[in-house]
């Protein structure tokens, strides 16, 4: 084969067509801001929740541990083989996790909330052995993937803001005890793993701006939700 058929290269413009949003039913609230999963979905609806990839942390771990080992012994290029394996990974978990809440939405006509992340890390909530999957795992990737992937669905998008969602009883609206995994409220006793509580607070927060907005405005919310004390 010549120099010149090996850089011969076809472009394809390929247009798919976007879905009417649908006129919804209930909200779904997903949380990524969590202690032990990527994303934690709950459905107020009919109270189901699902958590979606627990092995993350695992993963992080082993991939940051062989890097250091090899950037010890000066193998930087395999340094950097490694890393895109581990974005590889990520990758692919975030396009299958982005695609179930897209079909659980779906089937229950429901649309999606999301906490606005741009300040995710400084307002995180993860115990410190999960530190380092915070600040490399791609929430913004996925965020992205649940966004284009609602416009082929037709599936709608809004954003609230993150103030006290995991901190105010998802039941009563008081501000609870949170430690760690496990929430509390003093007020009206409700007990629950914290990352739920979270979702539920999302899922039932009032909406700010739709993923077109937010497209447009560069990533505020602009209504915030003060927490009721």
């Excluded at 009032?206 to 560069?218: E, L, R, T, Y």
Aim: glycine letters at 8%.
């Amino acid at each position: 084969m010549s120099e010149i058929q090996k850089k011969r290269s076809a472009y394809v413009s390929v247009t798919i067509p976007e879905n009417q949003q649908k006129e919804l039913e209930n909200y779904i609230g997903v949380d990524v801001n969590t202690t032990g999963h990527i994303a934690v979905m709950s459905n107020p609806k009919t109270a189901k929740v699902l958590k979606f990839g627990k092995k993350a942390e695992h993963i992080h771990k082993k991939y940051k541990n062989i890097r250091r080992k090899l950037q010890v012994k000066g193998k930087y290029k395999k340094v950097k083989q490694i890393k895109n394996r581990e974005n590889r990974i990520v990758n692919d978990l975030n396009h299958k996790i982005s695609k179930k809440i897209m079909e659980v939405a779906a089937e229950n006509n429901s649309g999606i909330k999301l906490e606005n992340i741009k300040g995710i890390r400084k307002t995180a909530k993860q115990r410190k052995s999960f530190k380092y999957s915070l600040h490399s795992w791609s929430f913004y990737q996925l965020q992205y993937m649940l966004e284009y992937k609602a416009r082929l669905l037709g599936v709608k998008i809004e954003y609230i803001n993150p103030e006290y969602t995991s901190q105010n009883c998802s039941r009563c609206g008081y501000l609870g005890i949170r430690n760690g995994e496990s929430f509390k409220c003093p007020h009206c006793g409700h007990v629950n793993h914290a990352d739920v509580n979270a979702a539920f607070n999302i899922a039932l927060r009032p909406g700010g701006q739709s993923g077109a907005d937010k497209d447009v405005s560069g990533g505020s919310t602009g209504a915030p939700q003060v927490a009721t004390v």
